[in-house]
């Protein structure tokens, strides 16, 4: 186990392997997770965060594992409820930076109601949410967010589920940052991870997983160098919406309709492009909705990866504490003798 | 006609109306007003589930019964001297109740052809009529109408101004037990201070009671109620779920923690949320979560955090919160989570009392789960158990479950109330990096087996918790068939040491050793002293034990309960307590239940004991 300062209290400069335990990471071979261990810790070591005031909390899931290989404080907690823990102890220590941890199922499953309350009351924390749209650690049931009629042990003739769409529900639970990244992607991953980190606010994070073991491939049409480029959009705010092998594509907004144009053919320059800016929800919510798949769909919008909404609001802890000490100053620090005395008393001699 | 004062040395009112007719204001009122002029009483509320059951019926009757006397009162009585029945309905689902000879105080308004249609009367026997009320003192009062003429010159609407019929209710009987009207009209000053016509209202339908009560002929008799011999000191009155919210925040303070309380409304719970969202000024953080597992979990992660970690709920809250409750065993940290139980299962019944949540407090998770159980007894009880879940908690690592019911936590009593100076502080300390460079081992444990409490932003304490088993000591992840084992016997071990540090069992009252021992917990507390002082006066050799650690029992337990031939366990419930008893002990001791909703009265454990006794 690390010393994580020096004994004069002068913080080290610390490595990605620092932030590595010396547990042996138990995912299977050729998982995504791997790869998003790796940038959480190098983003850990880049951002200068200390180990000691850093906290992961988990659910249950493969993804919640994640906490006993960060040689941070951690907590595997129960399943779907690491955002109820990481509340409560964001409450007790608002200078923690906290980090959750969560899958499709973890996530929006079993804890989807506490994924809804999470982004609403705006703690001052990081959302991962691991997105491979199946339950690995039960052995490969279909998920939340599985595309329809998808054959799975507990579907086999197919599931009838329709999918959640995680980006639609975080603006929707009116989350104050809302972005996606994959797995594959290590350069983007690590920029939104140190912007997520940079949000003051729940910062609420897709990243696309895949699971080798009982989805694989799900997003190879997001990930793989040949189809990539015209099925991804990569958001970047004050950008023309540009996608393509040589960004001959483009977005515009007709009314409130996205529709696709060709640069090359079809007589638009970029500056008749839609231009992403992050701080416009509306918009956002329009971006969300780039959720057919192209693997099925050839003619679907491009799935976004980026940040598609962000913005400013106070944060539960600080107003809960700004409350805390507004009722302090106004009726003075508590008595007990006042309050066990409460309004009338009458003595017996 | 000249007025006789008579003195009474006990009296048990119940005030019955309908949901909207303000019975429980008036009761709160009338009580603290009882309390102040010196009396012991005990009171219980009740009241329906639905917050405005239909006006005039059954299902919408509201209840309030005091019991005050200037001797020590244990229970709110079994038989009503005086009913205040302020319609049909009230009257029907009461009058069973009140003893033989005892008064009738009856707003005539509440007996037209509407209302005794709805209480399910004969439309052409009205019961102010008939031979209904023989044998009981009448007294007969439009008190609707009486009400509407006393406050004629308001500007109020009908609606409003019949909202004042409790008042002139209240001042009626404040002039027949020799009041005065100090109290009452100080709290309608407070309350209504910004609303100066619906003061001046209130006021004037008090004062209209008050006279009428003063100048009515049928009224002859005034009563006194001398105060009662309770020891010297500074009282107040006291309600259970305020009692408990002032032991959290003592607690709080007396170990330097600042205390954490997540919960999700739920009745009758949601008063101690409601209470210690006031004392944001002690540095109380209170969380609304949205559902019972989340405000578990956010008081563990408060916890986790260095907090004072609590949750309250109900019944069916509590079975929300098993998992998480788990894993706060698994994770040993500190953690109190209160249960005001109610009628169950399910939804059950909301409003009325139960000790139905005793087995599910002991053994209601998965896997071997053990965790500390302690009960409050009274209202004011609740103020020393909050303080004592608080201490073990902290002291020994550990969520302890604190079960109170609804008929604690709704009733009044006097409270001789401590002063915070004599109040000892109580010790909490937190893990430090090992000087000697050594790493942490967050299993580690001390005499207690309790293991530190490390919390995150300490630097050199790195570590992880978690559900899955731990190894012991370093506390990694272990699937060691022995080391769980282990840590199974280790849990359960820590948790039966608490025995070690907390009082023996002591006898309540009555005989140390005889042929009959009356075993409680919870809110029983009062009826077992009671039966039990009545049959030591007719000279049988009984004692009472009550319960306030259901786990781990007190060392001595077993040893005094073998001084007794027989042990009557009486529970609200289907026999829970009973059967522990029976598991753990072997002894063969004999249930008295009783499952209405209701506290066990008075004559009914009497007459069942003393055929045991014969």
């Known amino acids: 186990m690390a010393i994580d300062s020096n004994p004069n209290g002068t913080p080290y400069t610390l490595k990605a392997k620092d932030f590595a335990t010396d547990q042996d990471v138990r995912w299977c071979p050729g998982c995504g997770d791997y790869s998003i261990l790796k ?86 924390l990081n959302l991962l949410l691991f997105n491979n749209q199946i339950y690995g650690l039960t052995k490969g049931q279909y998920s939340p967010t599985s595309e329809e009629n998808k054959r799975t042990p507990s579907t086999p003739y197919g599931s009838i589920d329709h999918p959640v769409n995680p980006i639609a529900l975080a603006l929707g639970s009116d989350a104050t940052f809302v972005a996606r990244s994959m797995d594959r992607d290590t350069k983007h991953l ?115 990866f980026g940040v598609f909404y962000q913005t400013q609001r106070p944060c539960y802890e600080e107003m809960l504490h700004q409350q805390l000490n507004a009722v302090v100053e106004n009726l003075g620090e508590g008595d007990l003798d006042k309050m066990l005395a409460g309004g009338s008393t009458w003595e017996i001699k | 006609m000249a007025t006789l004062t008579q003195e009474k040395q006990a009296v048990i009112i119940k005030f019955a109306g309908d949901s909207g007719d303000g019975m429980q204001l008036t009761g709160g009122l009338f009580t603290d007003d009882t309390a102040i002029s010196g009396s012991d009483l005990a009171t219980f509320p009740d009241f329906p589930a639905e917050i405005r059951a239909p006006i005039g019926t059954l299902a919408g009757v509201s209840g309030f019964q005091l019991h005050f006397g200037s001797e020590r009162i244990y229970t709110p009585g079994d038989r009503y001297d005086v009913l205040v029945a302020m319609n049909a309905a009230a009257l029907k689902s009461n009058i069973s109740n009140v003893r033989k000879g005892g008064t009738i105080i009856i707003n005539e308004d509440g007996f ?26 009448t007294i007969k009062i439009p008190v609707t109408k009486l009400t509407r003429e006393a406050i004629s010159e308001s500007t109020l609407g009908t609606k409003e101004k019949d909202r004042c019929k409790n008042m002139f209710v209240l001042g009626f009987l404040l002039w027949r037990y020799s009041r005065s009207m100090d109290t009452t009209t100080k709290f309608l000053n407070a309350k209504f201070k910004n609303k100066p016509d619906i003061l001046d209202a209130n006021q004037k339908a008090l004062m209209a009671g008050y006279n009428l009560a003063d100048t009515m002929e049928v009224v002859q008799d005034r009563y006194v109620v001398k105060p009662a011999k309770l020891a010297p000191g500074k009282y107040r009155s006291i309600m259970g779920n305020d009692a408990l919210v002032m032991g959290l925040v003592t607690a709080s303070k007396k170990l330097g923690l600042s205390l954490f309380y997540g919960s999700y409304p739920i009745t009758p719970a949601s008063s101690i949320l409601h209470s210690l969202s006031k004392y944001k000024n002690f540095g109380v953080r209170t969380f609304q ?44 940290l500190p ?14 019944l909301p409003t009325k009392t139960e000790q139905s949540d005793l087995l599910q407090a002991l053994y209601g998770r998965n896997g071997e789960c053990p965790m500390p159980v302690i009960a409050s007894s009274t209202p004011s009880d609740c103020f020393e158990v909050a303080m004592e879940a608080c201490r073990i908690a902290v002291q020994h690592m550990t969520p302890v479950v604190l079960l109170s019911d609804g008929y604690i936590a709704n009733g009044a009593e006097p409270w001789r109330f401590p002063k915070a100076s004599d109040i000892p502080e109580m010790k909490v300390s ?57 840590m199974v016997k280790t849990r359960e071990r820590k948790v039966e040491m608490i025995a070690d540090y907390i009082p023996e069992q002591k006898i309540e009252s009555g005989h140390e050793s005889g042929s009959l021992l009356l075993l409680g917990w919870g809110s029983t507390y009062g009826v077992c002293e009671a039966v039990t002082n009545s049959l030591t006066k007719m000279g049988y050799s009984v004692g009472h034990a009550h319960l306030r650690y259901l786990r781990p029992f007190p060392r001595n337990l077993e040893e005094l309960m073998k001084r007794f031939d027989k042990i009557v366990i009486p529970e609200i419930n289907n026999g829970q307590l009973v059967k522990v008893i029976r598991d753990k002990y072997l002894l063969p001791a004999i249930p008295y239940n009783k499952i209405q909703g209701t506290p066990i009265a008075h004559e009914e454990l009497f007459d069942f004991v003393l055929n045991l006794l014969k």
């Open chain 1, 190 to 304: 690590k920029d939104m991870l140190a912007r997520a980190d940079a949000h003051r606010g729940t910062s609420f994070l897709e990243i696309y997983q895949n699971c080798n073991i009982f989805n694989d491939g799900a997003f190879e049409v997001f990930t793989e160098k040949t189809s990539k480029p015209a099925t991804t959009l990569l958001l970047e705010s004050g950008q023309p919406l540009v996608f393509g092998q040589e960004g001959e594509k483009g977005i515009r907004l007709d009314g409130f309709t996205p529709t696709v144009v060709d640069l090359r053919s079809d007589g638009f320059t970029k500056d008749d492009l839609w231009v992403h800016d992050d701080s416009d929800q509306l918009k956002a919510n329009i971006l969300a909705r780039f959720f057919d798949n192209p693997a099925v769909n050839p003619s679907a919008l491009p799935r976004p």
């Open chain 2, 430 to 486: 937190f893990a430090k990096q090992n000087e000697n460079g050594e790493p942490f081992m967050p299993y580690q444990r001390d005499e207690k087996l309790a293991r530190q409490w490390a919390i995150p932003g300490t630097p050199g304490l790195l570590h992880r918790v978690g559900g899955i088993e731990k190894e012991d000591v370093t506390g990694n992840i272990s699937y060691d068939p022995a080391n769980h084992e282990h």
């Open chain 1, 39 to 124: 940038q959480v810790q190098t983003t850990l070591a880049d951002l200068g965060k200390q180990p000691h005031e850093t906290v992961f909390v988990s659910g249950i899931g493969c993804s919640s594992r994640f906490p006993y290989y960060m040689e941070t404080y951690g907590m595997h907690s129960i399943h779907g409820r690491a955002p109820a823990f990481a509340s409560g102890l964001k409450i007790a220590n608002p200078n923690l930076s906290i980090w959750v941890i969560t899958g499709d199922g973890d996530g929006l499953s079993i804890g989807g109601n506490h994924f809804i309350h999470l982004l609403r009351r705006n703690f001052d």
């Open chain 2, 335 to 348: 953690l109190v989570v209160i249960d005001v139980q109610r009628g169950g299962p399910s939804t059950g």
């Open chain 2, 289 to 332: 979560a949205e559902d019972e597992i989340a405000a578990v979990s956010s008081a563990i992660g408060a916890s986790y955090g260095g907090s004072l970690g609590i949750t309250g709920t109900s019944g069916p809250g509590l079975a929300l919160k098993g998992e998480a409750m788990g894993l706060a065993v698994m994770l040993e």
């Open chain 2, 112 to 137: 037209d052809s509407k209302n005794l249609r709805l209480a399910k009367y004969d439309e052409d026997k009205n019961p102010l009529d008939d031979n209904t009320l023989e044998g009981f003192e």
